[in-house]
Every structure is written in C-alpha cells, then in structure tokens.
C-alpha cells in the first residue's frame, strides 16, 4: 500500500521542516508544488532542490 497525503501547511517553519522531512525519507517519488516562482527561489537558495537532486 503506498502512503500519501495532501496538507496545506501556513507556518513557514512548519514547511520548511515537512518538505527537509518528506526528502530524507522518501524511498519512490516526491512531488511539491510551489505556490510561485519566488517560493522555488527561496527553496533553491536555501539548498531543497540540491537535497531533492542528491535524493534521486
């Protein structure tokens, strides 16, 4: 059975700790939808895309 789940998530500690979480721990597939381009910017430089591309 594979688990998943959607969660809208307004604290941006809270998000910023959920997607470090769901990146460590995923085993198969990651998707994450941005709400902007700015927010992927602001995940580029704080180093998610980088721990997305050393995940896959």
Known sequence: ???SFIDTIADPNGIQKTI???V????HEILITFPTA???HRQE????IKLLEEAS
Do not use: K, S
Not at 45 to 48: I, W
């Open 1 to 3: 059975m594979i688990l």
């Open 24 to 27: 460590q721990t995923a085993d």
């Open 45 to 48: 430089r704080l180093g998610v």
């Open 20 to 22: 470090f979480d769901l």
């Open 38 to 40: 700015n927010a992927f």
